[in-house]
Structure formats: C-alpha cells, structure tokens
C-alpha cells in the first residue's frame, strides 16, 4: 500500500451527492410531517379514499397544547368533522357538487359551512381572550377613519335592523374583528357580532349586505357578553357568509 486513502475519489462529488441525498430526505420528512392534518384522505362520502398520495401517512404523534388545554394527536380522528350536513350529492361521480336539502342558513352547509372547533376562546401567548370588546379596555382608541359606534346597521334588503354599540378587537394584533350592534326589539332583539371585512362603514349606517332583514333573529349569539370562543365565531361568520347566497332566492341564479 501507499497510504494513499482517497486518490480515486471526488471529494467534491461525494458532497453534492451527499446534499442532494440530505435535500430529498429533508422533502420527504417535510411532506409527511404536512400530512399529520387532514389525512388520511377521504372520499365526498366519508370513505377513506385509496389513493392517498405518493408519500405515506406518517404515524400519530401527541401534542401537549398551551395553557393547560390537553393533548391532540395527529394523524387522528378529524376532531372538527361534522356528519350532520343536510345535503345530497347531485351525481355518484366524486367532485359533482352537493345541494342543500334543509333550510341552509340554518344548517351551516355550502358558503355557510362551519367547522367543529374548540368552544373556548382563542388566547395569546399569556393565556388571555385575543378577542375582547373595546369598551372593556381603556387603552384602545380609533386613531383613523369613521368611528361606526352609534350609526344604524342596515342589511342587504335597506332596513335598519339595529345600532352599533361596540367594536370588538384582536388586543395582541391591535386591529377590530368585529362590529357589535344592538338589534331592534322587532328583528328579535339582543346584541349580535359582525365580522369586519362583511361590513362596510357608509357616511350615515354601517351597511350589511349579506344578510336581510329576516335573516337577522337567526344569527347564531355568544355564551359570554366579553368573549367569543373558536365555535361561536364560525358559526357567526358562517352564517354572513351563507346568506351572501342563500338569503334570497335570486342570489341562486347567474349574476348580471
């Protein structure tokens, strides 16, 4: 021997195979890691489907979650899953489209779909509510634009339905989530939450477009009068939404 180890070897060859060695099996850990959540695939009717991709569904791992609020463990039961939906599919072709077969304003089924979601209010990194009512913190002010408390809230059908009384807020974010409005004794009453980007600020009311005025005794309400859990904000934006088709009938039909 002449002592001589790597005289046939391409040093620099061996480290580029070997990234891109480390590269693939970096892709490969990534994409499985990205299936812990709404996997295994299934089909429209609930079945698990048999195709679930080039890359295996990675083993179940637990999660502790912050605050003292359990464990989840993913791959697992779809813990937001709902199998209550009141609709029919139009075709036995996966893909065809469904069609609602109750009242879908109420059912929380097409552009008003909601999901399962914890009922508890979403928290920041020191364990407190991130949506609270600007009227229940004094650091808080409307710096620009129309303040809206106080303007009359009309929805789609041009009836004022109510009042403004607040502004909830993302405190960490520091931005309104939602406008909070009184409604009129003979729209059913009570305080109602509306998200911000499904209303618009007018000179004179804070318009509503999606829903009527009969739609407004519907809108799903809050446990707590300071608070908004994961649940209750779903179901409340699901129903704006919903109605952004489903409040009149002539929304069903091709748009001029």
């Known amino acids: 021997m002449d002592g001589t180890i790597f005289g046939n070897i391409d040093l620099a060859s061996v480290a580029l195979w070997g990234f891109y060695g480390f590269f693939a099996l970096l892709i490969y850990y990534l994409q499985t890691e990205n299936m812990r959540e709404g996997y295994p695939l299934e089909n ?87 949506i609270i009512p600007m009227s229940s913190v004094d650091t808080f002010r409307v710096s620009a634009g129309r303040d809206p408390r106080g303007l009359p809230v009309m929805t789609g059908d041009n009836v004022v339905v109510g009042r403004v009384t607040d502004m909830w807020i993302d405190e960490p974010e520091q931005l309104v989530r939602y406008f909070a409005y009184e409604v009129d004794a003979e729209f059913g009453g009570g305080t109602k939450l509306v998200a911000r980007e499904m209303a618009r600020i007018k000179s004179n009311h804070l318009k509503i477009r999606s829903i009527y005025s009969h739609n407004v005794k519907g809108i799903p309400t809050q446990k707590s009068a300071t608070t908004v859990t994961l649940l209750e904000e779903e179901k409340i934006q699901a129903y704006y939404g919903g109605g952004t088709l489903y409040a009149d009938p002539s929304r069903l039909e091709p748009q001029a």
Do not use: C, S, Y
């Not at 779809?78 to 599919?89: C, G, I, K, S």
């Not at 999901?115 to 020191?126: F, M």
């Open 44 to 130: 429209d009717n609930g079945e698990t489907a048999a195709n679930q991709g080039p890359f295996p569904v990675p083993n179940p791992k637990t999660f502790k979650l912050p605050h003292g609020r359990g464990e989840v463990t993913v791959p697992g039961p779809d813990r937001q899953a709902r199998t209550d939906l009141a609709l029919e599919q139009t075709g036995v072709i996966n893909g065809l489209p469904f069609e609602p077969t109750g009242d879908p304003m109420m059912d929380g089924v097409g552009p008003g779909a909601w999901a399962a979601r914890q009922d508890h209010p979403e928290l920041d990194g020191k364990g407190h509510p991130k």
